[in-house]
């Protein structure tokens, strides 16, 4: 298949010309339904180009100002798209409302975000999921109030899993029990304070 | 998602009509696939302000869709690219004349809008058009009453199709939902037949939907509205079925049914090159009867039409002379016996082997007595597998020349042979055979197709058989026809760049200028200017001419459909 061995050394050493002479295609004349539909395409194009629909950006320009900038389009002079023009369910309601609304649903948006971080809880275990909704559905309830209860929401995160009060540990065999709780309490030393004193509480002193 | 040529051609298509900054969006869109909003800003570096301005845009011209992807629980809203609805741009002008033909000056104007803006509602429409018709003088053909009688016939044969909710909603993720539907109403675990069956549900829903959105669009008249006796009498007759156009329901242009007669245009030039303007006459008229109830171009034969209908239509004076000078007979005859002898040779008749089969037109429906008063019926589907292997004949004469074709002729008609038998019957010697069959699977028309001789698949012992396959080699003249008009848009571009071109155009453009053209510019600037627009009507006929093959090999491939031999 292809060139036999044969045909290789048959070929021509020559190099092949960089240019090889080419005859052009010619276009033939075109009919006046041709060139009344061509018309009408570029119509089309044109009108685009000054509607609402074409988007320019507006961007600042270090030139001089000219006496002839007033005659001449710039990105100031195209027209924008209104919300009158637009029939609101075609469009996803977020990027529309976005659009038309930037500032006054900025609040009604960070709630969306926050319900939606919520449903990750979702995904983790039954139990812990329904601790974590009941506390999210709280906290997605006082919203309004800014200030919720970080002691709280803090002792529920960590009390559990994180932090080990060290209530069941026998210190007996341990020789410096400062050990063992240091371990506890260096785990997390931004709250060392409140784990130090939770301790000095309950184990014996030590340096 | 779209391969290399299509994503460039659809960027190329949105920045000739929106801009570059629309065409980064585009573009992004088409590479990566279905994206959110947070995911569309950060790839295409833009603000997303800007970013969602030109998606309102897209989706108001219906080239974007929108979905609630509730599939994976975020319930985020993404977008996806309609790469159809962004080919189509190219034939708006088409779209414009074909328009203006049927329905006069007022039909194309309302189309012309309607495609401007992507959908409308009526008043909405007839306000623009009467706005503008009032600020000329006044003729007789600009009248409200032209407008709104245009609008109505428009909707009801179909020419305007009413815009939904959910048809801005990915027909993808409509399917995947409807999917999840079914598949939930399934107990237990799924088999492969209730999977299928589901699969079914879902298209018959598909189709129920569609079916529901063609019957919005026109409404009854409310019995308050009708109009007087007197009034009735005025007004034209296709209101007289009571029904009067919804004037809340958005509206876009009906692309299949423009592309009908785009198909019926080329099936008449294609009877007048293989026989005679008479035969083309017949078929004209013809497809011109049976126009109102096509509906799209996938259908594969028109409805059936009876002999005594044809002859009826085409009994004016010049249509006899036609008729009668296209045929030779031994005696004059009159026009209805010439009909039904052309009607004879264009069914091939006389030749019903699969052969003849093929190269027929038309075909006599067993329904009627027989050809004196039987029905005739166009067989789309014949006509448009015969139009694509001219397109691809074409292409194998233009790369291979003569002697590929012949071999492209021979497997196609024979289906699969090995390279001896390819050189016996294309009468030409092995060592010349070979490197041409490897060009011309170097283009993707033929393929090989490998049948081992042994257990162990030894190259040595195999049977090498080449093929051409239709699909592959239909796709790649198809990408090459996109990377064509991409390249034809990129010219267009490159010449507009041209620096004492952009000076002129900018000058043409102030708000003085553009007011007092033929004042204002110097004869040097005129010259540069006629120049150009003489440039860019070429690029646009030729563009014009490369999208007749692809609505060949694109639109018209649908009509065949899984058909193919």
């Not at chain 2, 007839?126 to 009453?145: G, H, I, Y």
């Not at chain 2, 299949?256 to 005679?276: C, G, M, P």
């Not at chain 2, 292997?389 to 004469?397: F, I, K, P, S, T």
């Amino acid at each position: 298949m292809g060139l036999s061995f044969a045909d290789i050394q048959a070929m021509s050493r020559e190099a092949t010309a960089l240019y090889p002479p080419m005859r052009p295609p010619i276009m033939t004349e075109p009919t006046e339904k041709e060139k009344r539909i061509a018309q009408l395409q570029i119509g089309f194009a044109r009108r685009l180009r000054k509607s609402e629909y074409y988007v320019v950006e507006s961007t600042k320009s270090t030139e001089l100002p000219r006496y002839s900038d007033k005659y001449r389009s710039s990105p100031a002079f195209q027209p924008t798209l209104k919300r009158s023009d637009l029939h609101a369910p075609f469009f996803p309601t977020e990027i529309f409302e976005a659009y038309f609304n930037p500032r006054k649903k900025a609040k009604a948006r960070k709630q969306v975000d926050q319900k939606r971080k919520l449903n990750l809880d979702e995904m983790l275990d039954d139990n812990e999921a329904n601790e974590s909704a009941q506390e999210g559905s709280d906290a997605g309830g006082s919203q309004g109030d800014p200030d919720y209860d970080t002691e709280e929401e803090y002792d529920n995160d960590y009390a559990d899993n994180y932090f080990d009060n060290g209530e069941g540990e026998n210190f007996d065999d341990l020789g410096d029990g400062g050990g063992g709780d240091d371990g506890g309490g260096g785990k997390n030393p931004a709250h060392f304070y409140r784990t130090y004193k939770f301790m000095s509480s309950q184990g014996g002193d030590y340096d | 998602m779209a391969d290399l040529h299509t994503t460039n051609l659809c960027a190329e298509i949105i920045s000739t009509h929106f801009g570059p900054l629309a065409s980064k969006v585009a573009s992004i869109l088409l590479s990566r696939g279905r994206l959110t909003l947070p995911q569309l800003a950060r790839f295409t570096s833009l603000k997303p302000r800007l970013v969602r301005n030109i998606l309102l845009v897209l989706i108001q011209q219906n080239i974007v869709w929108h979905a609630n992807s509730e599939t994976d629980g975020s319930g985020e809203e993404v977008l996806e690219f309609n790469v159809e609805e962004c080919l189509m741009r190219l034939h708006f002008g088409a779209f414009v004349y074909q328009a203006e033909e049927l329905f006069g000056v007022a039909g194309g104007e309302i189309i012309q809008l309607v495609l401007d803006h992507g959908k409308l509602t009526s008043p909405r429409i007839l306000q623009s058009l009467n706005a503008a018709a009032t600020s000329f003088l006044p003729s007789e053909d600009k009248t409200p009453v032209v407008y709104s009688q245009a609008l109505y016939k428009l909707v009801s044969l179909r020419y305007l199709k009413p815009s939904t909710v959910s048809s801005h909603i990915s027909p993808r993720d409509k399917r995947i939902q409807y999917e999840a539907e079914e598949k939930a109403k399934i107990s237990g675990f799924p088999t492969s037949k209730q999977l299928r069956e589901a699969k079914e549900t879902v298209d018959a829903r598909f189709k129920m939907e569609e079916a529901e959105t063609e019957k919005i669009g026109l409404k009854r008249k409310a019995k308050s509205q009708l109009p007087s006796t007197k009034k009735r009498k005025a007004t034209s007759t296709k209101e007289d079925d009571g029904t009067v156009v919804d004037e809340t329901v958005y509206f876009r242009v009906n692309f299949d049914k423009f592309n009908i007669h785009t198909r019926n245009a080329l099936i008449e030039k294609a009877v007048q090159e293989r026989y005679n303007p008479g035969a083309a006459l017949v078929v004209r008229a013809i497809l011109k009867i049976t126009e109102e109830t096509q509906h799209s171009v996938a259908d594969i034969r028109s409805d059936p039409l009876s002999v005594s209908n044809i002859i009826l239509h085409l009994n004016s004076e010049e249509d006899e002379a036609t008729l009668t000078s296209g045929l030779i007979q031994s005696k004059s005859k009159s026009a209805g016996s010439c009909v039904k002898e052309y009607l004879g040779i264009l069914s091939s008749a006389d030749n019903p082997t699969p052969t003849g089969r093929a190269g027929a037109f038309l075909e006599f429906s067993s329904k009627g007595k027989g050809g004196g008063s039987g029905k005739v019926q166009v067989l789309f589907d014949v006509v448009a597998r015969r139009l694509k292997r001219q397109v691809l004949e074409g292409v194998a004469r233009e790369r291979h020349g003569l002697e590929g074709v012949r071999v492209i002729r021979l497997l196609m008609d024979t289906g699969k042979l090995d390279e001896k038998q390819i050189s016996k019957n294309v009468m030409m010697p092995l060592k010349d055979v070979r490197p041409l069959l490897s060009a011309l699977s170097a283009s993707s028309l033929v393929s090989i197709i490998e049948v081992p001789k042994s257990a162990d698949r030894n190259p040595t012992r195999m049977f090498y058989l080449w093929q051409v396959d239709i699909p592959k080699a239909f796709s790649h003249i198809l990408n090459v026809l996109y990377k064509t008009l991409y390249n034809i848009s990129a010219r267009r571009q490159a010449e507009r760049e041209d620096p004492t071109l952009v000076a002129v155009l900018n000058k043409r453009e102030r708000s003085d200028v553009s007011v007092d053209v033929e004042g204002l510019l110097s004869q040097h600037e005129k010259e540069v200017l006629k120049a150009w627009e003489e440039k860019e009507q070429k690029l646009s006929i030729l563009e014009g001419r490369v999208e007749e093959s692809v609505f060949i090999v694109r639109e018209l491939g649908r009509a065949v459909g899984s058909l193919e031999d």
